[in-house]
């Protein structure tokens, strides 16, 4: 599993520890997913999805997010599409759940269907 940390400070951009490989193996998103972070996470996703293989991307370790947060996966997704590459969302933290919901997003159309999706 690969680590994207993001940053809890609102003036430091998300980094990735380490780079994003170029193997199907899921990305996690850890911290917060919101408009002080969604900009600079924004090319290391884009970056992620252009792998032949897509990119899984584990969203349990998010612990904050907003409507920038959720349209920066939704955008992000609809870029992998276009480009016939995929993007799964996987272990949706309760916190993106709840975004989603309050803005009436299923983000059920965007999780992957294995058993880790419901943890």
Do not use: W, Y
């Amino acid at each position: 599993m690969i680590a994207i940390p993001t940053p809890h400070e609102p003036n430091q951009p998300p980094t990735l520890a380490p780079e994003l490989p170029a193997t199907a193996g899921p990305a996690r998103i850890e911290g917060p997913l919101t408009v002080c972070t969604a900009e600079a996470l924004r090319p290391r996703l884009l970056e992620g999805i252009t792998t032949p293989a897509g990119m899984r991307l584990d969203l349990s370790a998010v612990d904050a997010c907003d409507c920038a947060g959720l349209q920066l996966l939704v955008a992000t997704r609809k870029s992998a599409l276009a480009a016939g590459r995929s993007l799964e969302f996987t272990r949706l933290s309760p916190v993106i759940r709840n975004a989603a919901q309050d803005i009436g997003l299923d983000m059920a159309e965007f999780a992957g269907s294995s058993q880790e999706d419901s943890q």
